[in-house]
């Protein structure tokens, strides 16, 4: 049978362990350590000094004391360490007198023990007595378990501080990482979803994490087929290793951009894969840029390189030292080179107003105009064009002049109806008509009978570059520049344009510009 204290020491002890399985903050771990040694000692009182970060002894924790009390115990553990030299510090139940005396209280005996953690000493327990009986060895060595409890109490709070310090650290890099960051479980569920990917897919954390990363993000190919359903690289690792997936992704506010995720595998011991961090970047704008890129780089070849290339062959022709042109062949030979010339010019001129608008704005040369006038001017002249077409223009007697930028507006008018020739090849009649749309708002329309406008692609004629894809606009010179620019001068007027069309049957473009400009 094991003496009456010891069986209570050991249920102190496991009652001690219990509570720091349970996670109890570490002012109560160590409260609950006095206390437990306080009685097993018949002692009245207890303290629990701890090292500092600078490394000075301060109380952690106390017990039986008044809290006032506490710090004029200080003598008792200042310069304690230098004990073990002897007389060079004071005996320890003289500071103990001192102590009592300055906290008015009776403390007549103590034992204070070292807490140690491996070899490292981070503080010390004290057991107070009233009574005059002194602690004996055997009290010391029940005190020991006790102490070494209160360190493992210390040891613990330290790393968990550690441990919670450093996920609030990783915490923050992945929340503030400029790129979006995922996590995923080996069953692609998400774990971790930061502030940079709910920004940039309208997803937040909380709608995303819990739920699988292909449901979420569920990127796709231009088509529409599923890249997180068909080609997860999480799936079906590809043999290089590098696992990656690149696809749009389609946000609920109906914008698609385009992801690229880079994953990199945790693994275990085993080499299985615990989790998978994806880098996810939105590539958007670079494709975009790309695409323009090779645009600009077709359009440039195409258009620049066949009036070059015709001017070159005329040219050469035309100078041939063993031919003997007429005065007609001549003539044609040159109208020919004058007109690739022209086309050339226009082409650069676009290019470069392009590039201008992109750079920033355009500015308008404002007066006063009679678009009546400058319509008829650009319908004689383009007349002389075509031998197909016949054109009518129309503006009634009270039509307004507006304030806008001569220049810009010619080349507006140019265009469509350039443009209203180019995609009527079978000919037809092209109508510019003028009207007053509301108050102060005029409104022009030029319309056309020829090939007309697919609907997909009505938006989109006025995109930088683009043109439809069929037969005729293949064969017909264009960058696809013109109402690009049309649309950027009318707006720079605070003013709209749209077109109506009808495949086969011809399409008519309208503008509103104010009367009074911008
Ligand atoms: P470009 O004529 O140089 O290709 P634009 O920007 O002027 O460039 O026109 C873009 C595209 O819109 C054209 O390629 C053509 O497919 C289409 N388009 C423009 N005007 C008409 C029109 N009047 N009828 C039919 N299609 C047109």
Redesign the pocket.
Known sequence: MLPDFRLRQREYLLEISRAMNARLDLSSLLKLTLKSAVEILAGQAGLITLRRDDGALAPRASIGLPLKAVPLFEPLWRDLEDESKPGTTLDISFRLALASRAAGVQMRQVVALPMEIGKESIGYIFIFRTRGVGFSTNDRQVLSAFADQAAIAVHNARLYQQVSAERERLTAIIENSGDGVMIVNPYRIIQTWNKTLANMTGISTDEAAGRPCYEVLNLTTKQGVSVCHTACPLINPPEDGRLYAEGLHHRADGISITLADNYSAQTNEEGQATQFIANVRDMTRLHEAEELKQTLLSVISHELKTPVSIIKGYAGTLAREDANWDKATLADGLSVIEEEADRLDRLIT?LLDASRLQAGGLKLQLSYLNLADMAKTAVEKLQTTTDKHVFTVDFPRDFPPIRGDFERLQEVLT??I???I???PGGGLIKVTGALAKHNVVRLS?S?E????PPV?QER??DRF???D?R??RQ???????????KAVVEAHGGQIG?E?VPGQ??A?WLELPVGGQ
């Open positions: 676009n265009n469509l350039g443009n209203a180019k995609y009527s030029i056309d020829g090939i007309g406008i692609d004629i006025f683009h043109r439809v069929n005729l606009a017909t010179p264009g960058a696809g520049l013109g109402l690009f620019l049309v077109v069309s011809g399409s473009f």
